[in-house]
């Protein structure tokens, strides 16, 4: 019998599938937020959830809104800032075309964006990190089953 796993893990799973490919970071996305990142690997993307609400709406549903966060990581060169501007179009323009993750979601909703820098790994790096709020409901006692 195969596992099945909470829905927030099948979340980033979609959105995972769903960042796969975009032109500037083509299939560096990584699910993990402290995945070491090495030069080959930049452009990429890494993404994770961050936090989650939980609220009964009704005796037996939960509404959750979970935080999905896409980190747009690049190298620290010349015009790095447009680079991560770029790949920030790239991922909100895919997560609208995905809005409900093949059904798991009732929405995506870009919620904030800031820069940050990196200079722990063998190339400094600038980090565009994207916050999603998405929005699904579950039902009481099956956290695995979207609504």
């Keep these: 019998m195969a ?3 909470h829905v927030r893990k099948q979340i980033r ?3 995972i599938t769903a960042l ?10 990584k699910n993990s937020p402290v995945y070491p990142l090495q030069e080959a690997d930049l452009p990429g993307l890494r ?15 939960r ?21 991560v501007d770029l790949i920030a179009k790239e ?7 995905n809005s409900k993750l093949g059904g798991l979601c009732i929405e ?19 980090i565009g990190r994207m916050r999603f709020e998405v929005l699904y409901h579950t039902s009481k006692g099956a956290p695995g089953v979207a609504l």
């Design 47 to 61: 993404v994770f959830t961050q936090s989650e609400s939980i609220q009964t709406v009704i005796q037996k549903a």
């Design 20 to 29: 796969t490919s975009l032109t500037t970071t083509g299939s560096r996305v």
């Design 63 to 83: 509404e959750r809104r979970l935080i999905l966060v896409v980190e747009a990581c690049v190298k620290v060169i010349s015009a790095y800032q447009d680079t």
């Design 108 to 126: 995506v909703t870009p919620v904030g964006f800031e820069e940050d820098q990196d200079a722990a790994g063998e190339q400094p790096v600038a």
């Design 91 to 97: 991922v909100e323009t895919a997560m609208d075309a």
């Design 13 to 15: 799973d979609a959105a």
């Design 3 to 5: 596992t099945v796993y």
